[in-house]
């Protein structure tokens, strides 16, 4: 069967709602970066027949119509705001023999979305992307391999990762594991069934190692074997976990529960269920069996049917109690902060770059969306190769809640700017995008973005080479 051209895009403009335009609520490209409110979701499918002259026009058409129910749903809800969390295309033969001689045949269009409110953002929050910006691409594009079903406008990507052998399947349990990987497994074995990860870290206590699949899973392993899986990343931050390659085997997979408890189930129905329910911290609970413990995180979210707050499953952890570290541990540093000086080299120069990590052993490595290979040597320092080539430099914080005292020393140890009018000092020919700086040089590209307070930080600098 021949497939078409990858997903078309959503042409959906970033703006601001009013009451007049209720039916134009925005699709957001950027999660607010507050405690917006869930005011309902949605999942809508719609399909229509077609042929091959027709499909281009049609596809567009069952876009339109799939978007205008997802507002006008959204509207009637109350709310402000739409995230699209999917979006899938299938183009379907069917059996009827008319058809069959007529050459036509379905398009099935499913989406997924969140109507949220607005609220007051907070300018210090690192941005973090949603699943589909506003174009209707995914943030970080998908895998070109398509799934195994006759799929025509199916979400791809430019690179090859490893994939599980056989579809996983969504169950999470203390007996069967984490879509059938369990605590204490091999890394071989792990492999076996998830296929290749897409990012591998050494971690600073020796013989401990993390691995990740997608954006989505973190598994933390000893001595090769698996001390506990994670249904999402909890170490690195935002502007790291973005750029990882969306694993479509994960990204597209739901977990539940014993078989039959999904994301956002109510915690009430839990404890109904769980009698042995072990309360560990606020919002935080464990079911144990021996050695092995599923720790279920809950968080609060506002029920727009009852107009009441309701406290729900938010993410799960299977852990092997006697091996999982007391505190979480950070990557092993292949570059110490104090070691990156300025010797009156251009510190914005490719040169500067190539000589000071040449001898640098490559610990912390991650498959980035674009196929490219994200190195991070530090709190504050990662850099992007393509075939072995420099392609970029990025200085900015590593970790999740990691304040701005180490960027600002690797700042001022190279000697680069550390602020608003530092940099437009040092680039005069630099202008401000909506709170992003950039300079266009010879072959270079810089970039950074700023706080909104105080002297207007520097939060992160980002040099690409042409």
């Avoid at 269009?109 to 589909?132: M, V």
């Avoid at 910006?133 to 199916?154: C, D």
């Avoid at 998830?194 to 000893?222: C, H, I, N, R, V």
């Avoid at 029920?303 to 092997?320: A, E, K």
């Amino acid at each position: 069967m021949k497939t078409s051209s990858p997903f078309y895009c959503l042409l959906i403009c970033w703006a601001t709602m009013s009451a007049a335009a209720a039916a134009d609520l925005p699709i957001l490209d950027t999660f607010p970066r507050c405690d917006y409110q869930l005011v309902q979701q949605f999942d809508i499918t719609q399909q229509r027949s077609t042929d091959e002259a027709s499909e281009p026009e049609d596809q567009q058409k069952l876009l339109a119509d799939v978007l205008h129910l997802i507002r006008r749903n959204s509207a009637d809800a109350g709310a402000e705001a739409i995230i699209l969390q999917y979006v899938n295309g299938d183009k379907l033969m069917l059996k009827n023999s008319v058809r069959r001689k007529t050459g036509s045949f379905e398009l099935r269009l499913n989406a997924r979305a969140d109507a949220i409110t607005l609220c007051d953002e907070d300018p210090k929050l690192p941005l973090k992307a949603t699943p589909f910006n506003e174009r209707g691409n995914r943030n970080a594009v998908l895998s070109t391999q398509s799934i195994n079903i006759p799929i025509a406008f199916t979400l791809t990507t430019n690179i090859d990762t490893g994939s599980p052998a056989q579809p996983l399947k969504p169950l999470v349990s203390l007996q069967q594991g984490f879509h059938g990987v369990l605590p204490g497994m091999t890394s071989d074995e792990l492999k076996a069934i998830w296929g290749a990860p897409d990012a591998e870290f050494q971690l600073q206590q020796q013989g401990y190692q993390a691995l990740a699949y997608g954006k989505q899973y973190w598994l933390l392993l000893y001595q090769d074997k698996i001390v506990s899986i994670d249904s999402r990343h909890s170490l690195l931050s935002a502007d790291i976990t973005r750029q990882l390659n969306d694993n479509q085997a994960f990204s597209h997979l739901a977990w539940q529960l014993d078989g039959q408890f999904e994301q956002r189930t109510p915690l009430t129905e839990l404890k109904a269920q769980y009698q042995q329910l072990k309360p560990l911290a606020d919002n935080l609970f464990s079911l144990q069996q021996g050695d092995r413990q599923l720790q279920m995180e809950f968080a609060d979210y506002l029920d727009i049917r009852s107009g009441t707050q309701q406290t729900v499953l938010n993410q799960l952890r299977l852990q092997s109690v006697k091996l999982t570290p007391p505190t979480q541990l950070e990557l092993a540093v292949a570059l110490p902060l104090d070691q990156l000086q300025n010797d009156s080299t251009n510190p914005f120069s490719r040169q500067y770059w190539q000589t000071t990590l040449q001898s640098v052993p490559v610990l912390n490595s991650a498959v980035r969306s674009d196929g490219y290979a994200i190195t991070i040597y530090n709190a504050s320092l990662a850099a992007v190769f393509h075939l072995q080539q420099l392609k970029e430099i990025q200085l900015l914080p590593v970790y999740q809640g990691q304040g701005s005292d180490q960027l600002q020393q690797t700042l001022k140890n190279l000697g680069m700017p550390n602020s608003k009018a530092a940099f437009l000092q040092q680039f005069p020919d630099a202008f401000d995008a909506l709170g992003k700086l950039i300079y266009y040089g010879d072959q270079i590209e810089v970039s950074a973005l700023y706080s909104e307070t105080g002297d207007s930080q520097l939060e992160n600098i980002t040099i690409s080479f042409m």
